[in-house]
């Protein structure tokens, strides 16, 4: 499914409190100018800007190609840009194929209002972000520019950087595009772009920031408020934060084996695929996915079906189903949900509506690296079955509520997952798999 709505194509930057550190999103946009007309920098801000700027250069190893244009926004501005930019392309349509998707995998109620809430989260969570498309970057401030824009900047210059000498859309083919095809892919490469930057950040506080910067920072802490955020399905913020929690670790990984080297390394001739490697930076570069291939479902099921989706869950996804549903009833132990999802090999999925009913279903194949891997994620799936669909009948079959639900096990390493609205989609979907 879509990482947390449309796929993405800005870097921004959103303060998180509760882990203490300033971290950065991709968004969707389009190819309108920012709504906002900024009025140049005050020359203090611009020097602040330059100096911080040759501080991070030096520290991560990358020279400046070329000046990148750098604007501030009000807290007001921001709402415009998110409104008129941000969310402008994303349609009624989009928002009901995103939350049915979602509701069918247990992240979202079937009635959640997502655009509306991404315009305030964004509002509300927004330092500062980075437009690779206009190689531009804004940072947020109401009143000039202390601690807490210092440091969004130089987080901000360092994706400036990394785009001059990886070339995102290019060489690291990090696009709507790309992304649609596999975002498994995409999350890996969005946590290496997000952690080298915010692992820069840190380094960049540590010998550059001041004691006024950390006051600020204090300052702000004990102030600021994020009800939006806090209110937020856990799908949608441990999702936000994957990038930068994981993604952080992963590069210090990687730092700590060959400093910025290995990282550089990480983004021309060696790219993370997935969400496995950066949880796992032991599995990187070698363990790589094993995506199966799966039958014409169109087709099997009858002309009034249509694929809407296909995609990669990845073993981070995997995690979330079992552990981070909506209905906190429905949800297993972390420590459990982990167990079962670190034995993921590769998976597949699929999710189709009927034309004519509007009704939607989903399979998904997923590979495990043992048998052992196979049975303890059966049993966990089985599990969280129990706990959001009632007890099994003597079938196999789930029959919960709202939807059907069943396990086919094939082989020794590997089983199918099918969830549907109608009890005879999911018997049909069921019999493909078994034939």
Not at 210 to 217: F, I, N, S, Y
């Amino acid at each position: 499914m879509n990482r947390n709505g449309k796929v993405l194509l800005l870097l921004i930057a959103i303060v998180i409190l509760s882990i203490g550190i300033f971290l950065f999103i991709r968004l969707s946009t389009n190819d309108q100018d920012t709504a906002v007309e900024n009025t140049s920098l005050r020359p203090e801000i611009s020097a602040n800007m330059d100096v911080i700027e040759s501080q991070v250069s030096e520290l991560r190893g990358l020279d400046i190609k070329a000046k990148v244009p750098r604007k501030l926004l009000t807290r007001n501005e921001l709402r415009d840009v998110v409104l008129n930019d941000f969310l402008n392309t994303y349609t009624p349509e989009d928002q009901a194929q995103d939350v049915a998707v979602m509701n069918l995998f247990g992240f979202l109620p079937a009635d959640f209002k997502l655009r509306d809430f991404y315009l305030e989260l964004y509002t509300e969570q927004i330092a500062g972000f980075y437009d690779s498309e206009k190689q531009e970057m804004y940072v947020i401030s109401d009143s000039g520019f202390g601690g807490l824009e210092r440091s969004t900047y130089a987080h901000e210059f360092v994706h400036a950087l990394q785009d001059e000498h990886f070339d995102f859309e290019g060489k690291l083919k990090y696009t709507d595009e790309a992304c649609q095809q596999d975002s498994e892919r995409c999350v890996a490469i969005q946590s290496l772009i997000e952690g080298d930057a915010t692992l820069t950040e840190q380094l960049w506080f540590q010998t550059n920031g001041t004691k006024q910067d950390m006051q600020d920072l204090q300052d702000f802490a004990t102030t600021f408020q994020s009800p939006v955020f806090d209110s937020a399905p856990v799908s949608i913020s441990e999702t936000l934060t994957f990038p930068y929690l994981y993604g952080g670790t992963f590069v210090q990984a990687l730092h700590a084996q060959g400093g910025y080297a290995a990282i550089d390394k990480a983004f021309t001739t060696t790219q993370p695929v997935s969400s496995e490697q950066i949880m796992h930076p032991t599995a990187y570069p070698n363990d790589v996915p094993n995506n199966p291939t799966l039958p014409d479902l169109e087709k099997a099921l009858g002309a009034d079906w249509k694929e809407i989706e296909s995609d990669t869950l990845g073993e981070w996804y995997i995690f979330m189903i079992l552990a981070k549903a909506d209905d906190p009833q429905y949800r297993l132990f972390d420590s459990l949900a982990k167990d079962a999802a670190e034995g993921w090999g590769g998976d597949t999925y699929s999710v189709l509506k009927n034309n004519q009913t509007g009704r939607v279903a989903m399979l998904v194949e997923i590979n495990w690296d043992t048998e052992a891997d196979a049975d303890a994620a059966f049993k966990a799936f089985s599990d969280y079955s129990d706990l959001r669909f009632g007890t099994v009948g003597a079938d196999g079959i789930w029959q919960g509520t709202d939807y059907s639900s069943v396990l086919v096990q094939t082989i020794p390493t590997s089983f199918t997952w099918i969830v549907a609205q109608e009890l005879s989609t999911l018997q049909s979907l069921q019999a493909i798999v078994q034939n």
